[in-house]
């Protein structure tokens, strides 16, 4: 698969633009390319490739759903749990995800369409649900930050 490939999909959480390209997430976005963006993982060993979780936290981390954690080394990574969505990520590994519209704005399908390479069905309409919960963790300390 093209890592530069834009994917618009139901995720586990809403309607989102996916790619392994942040800079061309950013461009569709209209957002600062300096903003980090969330990175969807599918298993915890791949987790494992990307930051070494502190002790104190793995087993909530590993029992939470729908949950965002941004790690020391201020990594944003949720592992995704959804069947459906975990079975097309299963091919990639990894992506980084974001709300499919622009920055400050709702959910627009057309705008979405236009702006990907692929459009990912999985025999749903897509929809909005709320956004992941996102936690800080420190090596002893966590913050809810959404």
């Known amino acids: 698969m093209n890592p530069t490939v834009v994917y618009l999909a139901q995720t586990d959480t809403t309607v989102g633009f996916l790619s392994q390209d942040s800079a061309r997430l950013a461009y569709i976005k209209k957002r600062d390319v300096k903003k980090k963006f969330i990175i969807s993982i599918d298993s915890f060993k791949t987790l494992k490739t990307f930051v070494r979780v502190p002790q104190k936290h793995k087993k909530m981390i590993r029992r939470a759903s729908r949950l965002t954690v941004v790690y020391p080394n201020n990594q944003a990574l949720r592992v995704v749990k ?27 399908a057309v705008f979405a369409k236009q702006n990907v390479d692929v459009v990912v069905y999985d025999g749903l309409e897509f929809f909005e649900k709320n956004p992941s919960t996102i936690i800080k963790c420190g090596k002893m300390v966590k913050r809810r930050l959404r």
Not at 95 to 105: P, V
């Open 82 to 108: 959804d069947t459906r969505h975990l079975k097309f990520l299963k091919k990639i590994k990894w992506l980084y995800t974001t709300s499919a519209n622009q920055t400050n704005s709702r959910f627009d």
